[in-house]
């Protein structure tokens, strides 16, 4: 990544989210976040009036962008931003993030962004025992074996570290001026 600058952008709420979440908390943030309710974050700081290569990283919660997602999507300053320019998108999630995609490229497609691919990481467990895992850790903040015999929850290590792989093709891809074949590339090689 010599040639290339990144800028990571944080998002930061205007009142910090609680973590680990109480059962209060969760079910609380649902309505706004099945509505698509943006969270109030703070202004975003870009370095730059413009970038070569936008990745936008979000998490799905319950089946949609999270509150802070869809902050940032439909902030002024991010939509001119991304306008003609391209965007690949970043999902850390369980196995349940396609519909939370689909609010994403609505979005992105309205602020004009160029969307060049999706690389989902997610929880490989069983969707039911997936779900026990990850209250277990979001109700507890352990991000442990629950009870010694359920799988640790979330991405796995393994596929964290193949990460760099998405980038080093997506290094490739930008440096050839081939980003628009990024996505298909990704599943040509079963990385996604």
């Known amino acids: 990544f010599d040639a290339y600058t990144v800028a990571w952008i944080p ?7 609680p973590f680990p979440w109480t ?3 969760f079910f609380d943030a ?3 976040t099945v509505l698509e309710k943006p969270g109030a974050i703070r202004p975003l700081a870009f370095n730059h009036e413009q970038y070569d290569l936008v990745i936008f ?4 919660w319950f089946l949609s962008p999270s509150p802070m997602a869809m902050a940032v999507l439909q902030d002024a300053r991010f939509r001119q931003l ?3 320019t391209p965007v690949i998108t970043l ?3 369980r196995n349940m993030w396609i519909n939370a995609q689909e609010v994403v490229k609505r979005e992105l497609a309205a602020a004009g962004a160029k969307l060049m691919g ?3 990481y997610v929880d490989r467990g069983n969707n039911l025992v997936s779900a026990f895992t990850i209250l277990h850790w979001m109700l507890t903040g352990k991000k442990t074996k629950k009870w010694g015999i359920f799988p640790i929850p979330g991405v796995s290590a393994k596929d964290i570290k193949q990460a760099k792989n998405h980038g080093q093709l997506c290094v490739e891809k930008k440096k ?3 980003l628009a074949s990024f996505q298909e590339e990704l599943i040509s090689r079963k990385w996604i």
């Open 11 to 17: 998002i930061e709420l205007e009142k910090p989210f």
């Open 91 to 93: 999902i850390g999630s």
């Open 118 to 120: 999706n690389v989902p």
């Open 23 to 25: 059962v209060h908390t």
């Open 176 to 178: 050839k001026n081939q």
């Open 30 to 32: 649902m309505p706004e």
């Open 82 to 84: 991304v306008q003609n």
């Open 57 to 60: 990283a979000y998490q799905p």
